[in-house]
């Protein structure tokens, strides 16, 4: 049939899938590469030393804790009457560090009672724990005779540091803890300068601060409450030497985050280029198994007055038309080939089904439009008929041969 616009169309509807190149070409070496954060910077043991002016009072708010509440580290003591009347504990019970017999509430906020099994206690005041393992005994069919108290205090802390005797961290128990009494546990305040020296209490991202010549006058602020999780300061006054080791440190930190950066950075160029060179040698393999012919390939087929008749490999990735495959590789000779004489033929999917040859008369340039749009199919074949006086000019060639030879052989005779 002549190759027009709709036969074009009608062509094209044939299904065809190109194949696709590995998806090592389409990966870049640095596709979802990051380099790693920097380590944590260990924080600084010294505060910036500026010559204080007067000092500011910022007490920290009142606070109304309540009960003391169990949480995970608490060691809970359990005991039972025995059946002589005598008070021990139950037996099983895991062993706390000053020999105590007790049980340490664990990471999942619950203890684990033989015959009784988890009994969660986070988050319970005494009087609920006793009241959730008085219902844990009764479901078990034990005994509910028992009494339960807090052994160790281990959740809630506060920590002291400073200009103090003895820095310490000092837990909170059932009664609630003051300033006064926090830093009698940690020697006193030790500086002999009470003009500059103030006491510092961080508490949930806010600095408060109460100057030691008010704290040593006013007893209301002795009587600051703590709460968990508080850390109290002494700071002393403006010194030089604490000034220079502040400065010496921030410098040490400095280089640290550097050397760290560093580091990370010459670990993330290190995976991209293993990951450059993996991408490399694979697709270098694929490249030489397509020079061996060792992959699965394509085909359409050119013959008749082609410039270089053979097997035209399909492209990768994208629909290749009759222009490709014409132009490929010097497309078809102009004195031999008749340019109004290209077919496609094109067979179809049953093996015993007809085979359809488009014809394009490729006299008229315009039609050559039609071969860019054509889109081939494996097994395709374009043939390109011979102009006929390159038939006549290889019949005579094909001739004079003979008659000079027959001629030959008469005048011999």
């Known amino acids: 049939m002549p190759m027009t616009a709709e036969a074009v169309l009608a062509a094209n509807r044939d299904p065809y899938r190109p194949k696709t190149l590995p998806d090592a070409f389409f990966r870049t070496a640095g596709t979802g590469v990051t380099a790693r954060s920097s380590g944590a910077t260990p924080p600084p043991s010294l505060d910036a030393q500026n010559r204080p002016g007067a000092l500011v009072t910022r007490t920290p708010p009142p606070v109304s804790t309540g009960p003391y509440r169990i949480g995970i580290g608490d060691v809970v003591l359990l005991a039972t009457k025995t059946s002589t009347g005598t008070v021990e504990e139950l037996s099983g019970l895991l062993a706390a560090q000053n020999s105590r017999q007790g049980y340490t509430v664990q990471d999942d906020g619950a203890i684990a009672v033989p015959e009784v099994g988890r009994v969660q206690l986070v988050g319970l005041t005494l009087e609920e724990a006793e009241a959730q393992l008085f219902q844990r ?97 002494v700071d002393t006054a403006f010194a030089l030497e604490r000034a220079q080791a502040y400065f010496t440190e921030q410098i040490a930190l400095a280089e640290f985050r550097q050397r760290d950066r560093a580091q990370a950075l010459a670990e993330l160029e290190t995976e991209i280029n293993l990951r450059r060179a993996a991408l490399a040698e694979t697709r270098s393999n694929f490249q030489e198994r397509v020079e061996l012919d060792a992959v699965d390939r394509d085909f359409v087929y ?12 399909m492209p990768f990735g994208r629909q290749t038309t009759l222009a490709d495959a014409l132009y490929n590789d010097g497309g078809f000779s102009s004195e031999t080939a008749n340019p109004s004489q290209i077919y496609v033929l094109r067979g179809s999917s049953d093996i015993f089904g007809a085979v359809t040859a488009w014809h394009l008369d490729g006299r008229n340039v315009a039609n050559m439009l039609l071969a860019t749009r054509l889109e081939l199919r ?36």
Do not use: H, M
């Open 302 to 313: 050119l013959t008749g007055e082609v410039t270089q008749p053979g097997r035209f490999a």
């Open 378 to 413: 494996p097994n395709d074949i374009v043939f390109i008929a011979e102009q006929p006086i390159t038939r006549w000019n290889r019949v005579v060639q094909q001739l004079v041969p003979s008659l000079i030879n027959t001629g030959v052989a008469v005048a011999s005779n």
């Open 137 to 233: 005994l009764i479901e078990s069919q034990i005994d509910p005779t028992f009494s339960l108290e807090i052994a160790e205090f281990n959740s809630k802390r506060v920590s002291l540091g400073g200009a103090v005797a003895q820095p310490a961290i000092i837990p909170i128990t059932l009664t609630p803890l003051f300033l006064n009494e926090a830093l009698n546990i940690a020697g006193g305040v030790a500086t002999p300068d009470l003009d500059f020296a103030s006491i510092r209490i961080y508490r949930d991202g806010t600095l408060y601060q109460i100057p030691l010549t008010e704290y040593l006058a006013n007893p209301d602020l002795q009587r600051t409450q703590l709460v968990a999780g508080d850390s109290v300061f």
